[in-house]
């Protein structure tokens, strides 16, 4: 007897042959062109003029002159001194915003508010965890730029002002990241621990901080990176280091110092990268 073809309701289900949420994915893709238009056409963003004759001549001929690399003893002297002033910028800088950052952030953190743990706030913690979001907000509302501007005029030139303005900006970005990251992460044994008589910085040590230590600390190191990257920005406005020492260099068209320094910022980078790889993994 021949076997009998089979009947469509033992057949398996055939895929589609057109995404049935294609119309959904066009319509949102012509939505955000038609947002983007306007910010180009207001921000005059032409990207052809790069290919132009008259502009595309002079970067080339200043890129170029990036190779060979300056390498002689007395530069890799210099380079070397101002690197070390760069990473100590940073480092005092983000230091100084941990000191401010962390005990900003735990005010913040509602998992870690006693009345908190019956339902509402109180209307007191309540207004202090907002008083100090909006303090946060503020600090990092004000570019480190604009920080540094400020202390140059107050404490002169120099990496004070350097620090100084990192400090601020960066205690405003890491106590709000550290509150999200706190607030986000798994409170069970952070109230359990606050419901059994613990207080709150007990609380915090032995529930909170242990789930969210990795990624605290990846954070932490990644704005370490940021904060090398912003002592360069600021050593513009007179704060010294490997950005002070790339205005000078840009001034005078010397491509081969200004390569030499793009190489120390990009193993800089790599080492952040690094420590980050080995504390997550020691702290797994």
Not at 40 to 68: I, R, S
Not at 163 to 192: F, P, Q, R, W
Not at 230 to 249: E, N, P, T, Y
């Amino acid at each position: 007897m021949p076997n009998a073809s089979p009947t469509p309701a033992l057949m398996p289900n055939r895929p589609a042959l057109r995404d049935p949420a294609w119309a959904a994915r066009v319509f949102w893709a012509l939505a955000g062109l038609a947002l983007l238009w306007p910010a180009v056409v207001l921000t005059e963003f032409k990207p052809w003029v790069l290919l132009e004759p008259g502009a595309l001549k002079p970067a080339l001929n200043f890129v170029g002159a990036f190779f060979p690399p300056r390498t002689d003893a007395e530069f890799l002297g210099l380079l070397a001194r101002e690197t070390w002033r760069t990473v100590a910028m940073a480092t005092a800088g983000l230091t100084l915003a941990l000191l401010l950052a962390i005990p900003l952030s735990l005010l913040s953190v509602r998992v870690l508010s006693l009345s908190s743990l019956t339902g509402r706030m109180a209307v007191l913690p309540s207004v202090l965890r907002q008083g100090v979001r909006w303090l946060l907000l503020v600090l990092r509302s004000v570019p480190e730029l604009v920080w540094a501007l400020v202390f140059v005029r107050v404490v002169g030139l120099g990496p004070t002002s350097g620090v100084l303005a990192i400090a601020l900006t960066y205690s405003g970005m890491l106590g709000k990241v550290y509150a999200d990251i706190m607030e986000s992460g798994d409170a069970h044994a952070t109230t359990n621990l606050m419901r059994n008589g613990s207080g709150r910085l007990q609380a915090f040590f032995y529930g909170l901080l242990p789930q969210n230590a990795g990624e605290l600390t990846s954070y932490t190191v990644y704005r370490w990176e940021c904060a090398i990257r912003s002592s360069a920005v600021l050593g513009f406005v007179g704060a010294g280091g490997l950005g002070q020492l790339m205005d000078s260099s840009m001034k005078m068209f010397n491509g081969s110092e200004v390569a030499s320094i793009l190489l120390i910022f990009m193993a800089l980078v790599w080492l952040a990268d690094r420590m980050s790889a080995m504390l997550r993994k020691g702290l797994a």
